[in-house]
């Protein structure tokens, strides 16, 4: 019998155990040329899917080989502020002036739009949640309550987070307070016009945020997911592309373009486990030997060849999945809990050091800095 739009939601379990224990790539649904990376994804756990063609894509992939991949589309809402009114984006919206309702016409079309992702064949809906500002706990709550005229077995309240709530011990607070009886998978994306987890304190704040809630998920982000996943988070996605590994504040811009050039291509380094662009890597090792990659895509090649062009951005980020894939499915196959996340520092311990030999190697040492985040995953203090 032929698969029907649908079909899929009646044979499946709730949204939380099919996604438990995944790491999952997220990824644009096409590029600018033409190559399908969301095909690329096949090897890992599933994908998310971000961009207009996100459900297009979604729904080919399921008529092909329904239930084969765990896939879910990103919304991609976060380009306005959410307020009490409007914490979701929406085809429409009724705006009564009344500070603490969430109307019920914009609930039926939350609703319907939530449906509509599951029809496409979405193994569950993500909520389309507009950036929550830091401190804005009204947004929250309002978020939070129209999440409960959801499905829970089929809904992901997505809270795209401003990474200033985890600066605020009284907003964690109210975070974690606010959503701990919401029985729906929450999937935290955290937003800062840089990495959010360059500020001291965050790193140890997100941990607190994934340990204290149930069914609580880590999306659009870098490395940090391998962090999450192993203090617990219920399902990770890591970003293939810049832009996905995670989120901005609306009209805020990114890090300025290499000269000559419209595109960055950014490196991930198997040793150090840090993301570079391209020209600061040729420029850090200078004339040292480049250093040589086995990963599936490099196959012993130098990582100094990468330039910003289009052809080595995306073969670049297909070696950053290549690269990282292999923690992943070593920290899976560990023991969650004490040994899960001993695996994952000792990981870290290692790059941490790494960073330390090569920089006794440069004849401009303080060119490398270990990040802070990763000296905290290694175990030094905060």
């Not at 062009?309 to 920290?331: F, G, I, K, V, Y």
Request: proline share 7%; net charge neutral.
């Amino acid at each position: 019998m032929t698969e029907q739009p649908g079909d899929h939601l009646r044979r499946t379990g709730p949204a939380w155990k099919l996604l438990q224990d995944k790491i999952l790539v997220h990824t644009r649904a096409s590029t600018r040329n033409g190559f399908n990376l969301a095909r690329s994804a096949s090897e890992h756990d599933g994908i998310i899917l971000c961009g207009a063609d996100a459900l297009p894509a979604i729904c080919s992939f399921h008529r092909q080989a329904p239930g084969q991949r765990l896939q879910l589309a990103d919304p991609d809402s976060y380009g306005d502020y959410a307020t009490p009114d409007t914490p979701f984006r929406l085809a429409s919206h009724s705006l009564s002036g009344q500070q603490s309702l969430f109307e019920e016409d914009q609930a039926e079309e939350l609703r319907n739009s939530q449906q509509g992702q599951l029809y496409n064949g979405a193994t569950a809906s993500l909520t389309p949640t507009r950036y929550i500002r830091a401190g804005d706990r009204q947004t929250v709550a309002a978020a939070a309550q129209a999440a409960w005229g959801l499905d829970s077995q089929r809904t992901i309240l997505t809270l795209p987070l401003d990474y200033q709530w985890l600066r605020e011990p009284g907003d964690l607070d109210y975070l974690i307070a606010t959503l701990a009886d919401l029985p729906h998978i929450k999937a935290i994306a955290l937003g800062a016009a840089r990495n959010p987890l360059a500020t001291r304190g965050t790193v140890i704040a997100l941990r607190k945020l994934i340990t204290s809630l149930e069914r609580v998920a880590l999306i659009r982000t870098d490395l940090a997911g391998l962090d999450a996943y192993a203090h617990g988070a219920l399902f990770v996605s890591i970003g293939m592309q810049t832009p996905m590994r995670h989120i901005r504040p609306p009209g805020s811009t990114g890090p300025p373009m290499p000269r000559k050039s419209n595109v960055t291509t950014m490196v991930l380094h198997p040793q150090l486990m840090d993301y570079f662009r391209a020209d600061t890597l040729r420029d850090l090792y200078g004339r040292l030997p480049g250093p040589r990659c086995d990963c599936t895509v490099c196959t012993g090649r130098s990582l100094l060849r990468f330039d910003h062009n289009l052809s080595d951005q995306e073969e670049a980020n297909r070696h950053n999945n290549a690269t990282w894939l292999p923690w992943a499915d070593h920290l899976q196959r560990t023991e969650p809990g004490p040994d899960r996340r001993s695996t994952w520092q000792h990981l870290c311990y290692d790059a941490h050091n790494a960073h330390q030999e090569l920089r006794e190697l440069l004849s401009g040492p303080g060119a490398l800095e270990t990040p802070r985040w990763l000296r905290v995953w290694a175990g030094d203090p905060d």
